[in-house]
Nanobody, 123 residues
Framework: QVQLVESGGGLVQAGDSLRLSCAAS??????MGWFRQAPGKEREFVAA????????YYADSVKGRFTISRDNAKSTVYLQMNSLKPEDTAVYYC??????????????????WGKGTLVTVSS
């Protein structure tokens, strides 16, 4: 069983930065992803990283602003978010992918989820 705990969310102003963390227990070195869900919207893919950290993949909406990384020694995945916009407001979730090949499936390709951390960006 895998447990994921996100942290680092908060209230910031447009243009600010935040770094989210996702601590994993019970599993490591697997592909992982960040997703987000805004009020009234479906959960959407944000970014993913391979087990080694050597390959990353981003949604077009965050490309160039967000950076996903990992520290396998600490079993932690990070999401550095820069130049935040009000439309980035959402609950952010980390997830463990079934495999790197299933990352492309989005929500359906993930096996385990954290409970999320809220990011609010004011204009």
């Amino acid at each position: 069983q895998v447990q994921l705990v996100e942290s680092g969310g908060g209230l910031v102003q447009a243009g600010d930065s935040l770094r989210l963390s996702c601590a994993a227990s019970g599993r490591s070195n697997y592909a992982m992803g960040w997703f987000r869900q805004a009020p009234g919207k479906e959960r959407e893919f944000v970014a993913a990283i391979s087990g080694s950290g050597g390959t990353t993949y981003y949604a077009d909406s965050v490309k160039g602003r967000f950076t996903i990384s990992r520290d396998n020694a600490k079993s932690t995945v990070y999401l550095q978010m820069n130049s935040l916009k009000p439309e980035d407001t959402a609950v952010y979730y980390c997830a463990v992918a079934r495999s790197w090949d299933t990352v492309r499936l989005g929500v359906g390709g993930m096996d385990y989820w954290g409970k999320g951390t809220l990011v609010t960006v004011s204009s």
